[in-house]
């Protein structure tokens, strides 16, 4: 025995051997036959750090394995049996079992060639506990066989390892990390690759009906059923984990709640299955609860590895089915750090301007580059800024800094909408959005309360209240706060409405007086159909016809965003008089003037909102087609 050990204990039993001396002396046990069947009792083994105890144990060997199970013949056989095993490295690492079986087989030659295999199992009706410096784990009842293999030959050859371990529990920790598994099944092996024995091959499984970990205070998690199956394969060039590894993964989970100090609220995932490899990432079913949003994620992501090497794009298509979403909160999730630091020439000069302490405060969504990704949404409802939306249904598309919603469909506060838009991010404080916007059946109210920025463009419509169809198309640039540049402002809207009230009292009485209305005239429009046009800061309305009662009129005019305005009103029916309304709200001056639209005035419909669709829709081809790679 080495001289730094010590052995103490006592054993009985029989060891018959039969071997020359020279090679019992020299460790080559393989040459000769030795077996044994012993018991030994309070064995006490100490050498160097390391400290064993073992108050009573059976050990069964063969040399070599001559089973007539056996096809060959093999280098050990051997079976351990222990009451209770108490073992320690001092300072280290400290072992606790309980009565345990341990089988090992070895062999020495596979085909003739020289390779040393082993076959290891263990069982354990008892705890088996370790612990070592700042990590500790319990296993309960665990099944362990693992199987090596390893060429003596050529030791450039990565060793074959195989191992299994099944428990009805494990319970552990590494520094801040806690976890607990139940009723598991854990497989692991490497081996060298398929053509270079010499780069490691890896595969791993772990399939539990219950586990929980936790990481500090950051991260909790909490699942029921969970099943991953993963492999990996070395590649010396990769520049980072994922492309060194290439790992395949196959994820199955159930009934999961994570809770991440980023984050105010609960991760639920009542279930998902996917699939990850550098070329794809396949999602097979899933249900989230992310926050306040519930959805099923579905589809297939793309050139994943390309990506991570900046050789490509991401592409992929998902289906989004959810029963209520905030997307106010998951866009602030998937938000870029930067933008795409595109140069751009329709930048204004007040974005040149110092940026105040709240647009540096403010943090916007950020559309990611080098992506090129499809989502179909199909959204029951859904919070959008300030509003609530329902049945919402269409395209979004996002593709290298650009955000497009196609023909995006949803009821919001009663009303019926269609929206077209961009948005893209060239810099946090300067946010390119055009949109293309169709509501039905709109209280006027509530559309000023969803665009806020009517109220400045248009302020006419907080003279009117009612039901009415409204069209805009417009294109401006935002700040981090999502308030447009007026300097960079430019669009069309047209509004179509039947029974509105059309102006204050105090103002309807000073036209009426002027207009000579019928005292009992009501302040309601029959009917109205306006068109728009926004410019910078200057707003023209083109002129157009107003049903009062039995009077008719033609209004037009101009308004400046300092809320200046020179409109006309010429009446037209059953008198032929004109009104000019001036001034500001502040200094308002109402007085007659010459009739400009003639008796048999027909107002001329413009249809710049078609135009400016028109080029919307054009503007979003050609940024989506500016990727397209022909081939």
């Not at 095993?85 to 009565?99: F, H, N, P």
């Not at 751009?344 to 302490?357: G, K, L, M, R, Y």
């Not at 593709?399 to 009663?414: H, P, Q, S, Y």
């Not at 700040?479 to 300097?487: G, I, R, T």
Request: aromatic share 8%; proline share 3%; glycine share 6%.
């Amino acid at each position: 025995l080495p001289k730094t050990m010590v052995l103490d204990g006592r054993t009985k039993g029989a060891v018959d051997a039969k071997i020359r001396l020279s090679d019992l002396t020299n460790m080559r046990l393989e040459k000769g036959r030795i077996t044994g069947d012993l018991t030994l009792k309070d064995i006490d083994f100490k050498m160097d750090s390391m400290l064993a105890k073992l108050p009573m144990t059976t050990l069964t060997f063969a040399i070599p394995n001559t089973q007539p199970s056996r096809k060959k013949t093999g280098w050990l056989s051997a079976t351990i049996g222990l009451d209770q095993l108490s073992y320690e490295m001092i300072d280290a690492l400290q072992v606790r079992m309980g009565e345990t079986t341990l089988k090992v087989e070895t062999d020495n030659l596979i085909n003739g060639n020289p390779v040393l295999t082993a076959n290891v199992s263990l069982t354990s009706s008892e705890p088996l506990t370790a612990r070592m410096d700042s990590m500790a784990g319990t296993i309960k009842s665990p099944s362990i066989t693992a199987y090596a293999e390893y060429d003596t030959k050529d030791t450039t050859h990565i060793p074959v390892l195989q191992a299994q371990v099944s428990f009805d529990a494990l319970d552990g920790y590494y520094t801040d990390i806690k976890g607990v598994l139940a009723k598991s099944t854990i497989k692991a092996s490497i081996s060298g690759g398929r053509r270079d024995k010499s780069i490691p091959w890896l595969s791993a499984s772990i399939h539990s009906d219950r586990v929980e970990a936790a990481m500090g205070s950051d991260i909790a998690i909490n699942t029921q059923k969970i099943a991953i199956d993963a492999s990996a394969h070395y590649n010396k060039n990769g520049e980072n984990v994922l492309l060194k590894w290439n790992p395949t993964l196959k994820f199955d989970l159930h009934s999961a709640v994570a809770d991440l100090s980023s984050f105010t609220q609960q991760i639920k995932i009542p279930q998902i299955t996917f699939s990850y490899s550098n070329k794809d990432f396949k999602i097979s079913q899933s249900q989230i609860i992310l926050g306040n949003s519930d959805f099923s994620l579905t589809g297939e992501v793309k050139n994943m590895g390309n990506w991570m090497r900046k050789k490509g794009i991401l592409e992929g298509e998902l289906n989004f089915v959810s029963d209520h979403t905030d997307a106010n909160e998951l866009m602030a999730l998937i938000s870029a750090d930067e933008g795409s630091e595109e140069t751009t020439t329709t930048a204004s000069i007040q974005d040149e301007q110092p940026v105040s302490h709240e647009e540096k405060e403010a943090n916007p969504f950020l559309v990611p580059t080098s992506v090129d990704l499809t989502l179909n949404t199909h959204i029951k409802e859904a919070v959008i800024f300030n509003e609530v939306a329902h049945n919402l249904g269409g395209r979004l598309y996002m593709k290298n800094g650009t955000l497009v919603l196609e023909e995006m469909g949803f009821i919001c506060n009663a009303a019926k909408l269609q929206l077209t838009a961009m948005y893209r991010t060239p810099r946090r404080n300067h946010i390119y959005l055009g949109m293309d916007y169709h509501m039905l059946d709109i209280d006027i109210r509530e559309l000023i309360s969803m665009i806020p920025q009517l109220d400045t463009m248009m302020p006419m419509l907080q003279s009117f209240a009612g039901k009415a169809e409204f069209h805009l198309a417009a294109e401006t640039y935002l700040n981090a706060q999502y308030e447009p540049k007026l300097s960079t402002l430019r669009g069309a809207c047209s509004l179509f409405g039947k029974d509105l009230v059309v102006l204050d009292n105090e103002t309807f009485s000073t036209i009426s007086k002027l207009l000579m209305f019928k005292k009992k005239t009501e302040n309601k429009v029959d009917s109205i159909s306006a068109e728009i046009t926004l410019y910078k800061n200057e707003i023209d309305i083109y002129p157009f016809t107003v049903s009062m009662d039995n009077y008719m009129a033609a209004l037009g005019g101009r308004h400046n965003l300092d809320m200046s305005f020179d409109y006309h009103i010429s009446l037209l029916s059953p008198l032929y008089i004109g009104v000019d309304v001036k001034g500001t709200f502040d200094d308002l001056q109402i007085k007659a003037a010459k009739c400009k639209y003639a008796q048999d005035f027909k107002p001329l419909f413009h249809h710049d909102v078609d135009t400016q669709s028109a080029e919307l829709r054009k503007t979003i081809r050609e940024s989506m087609r500016k990727n397209v790679k022909i081939q």
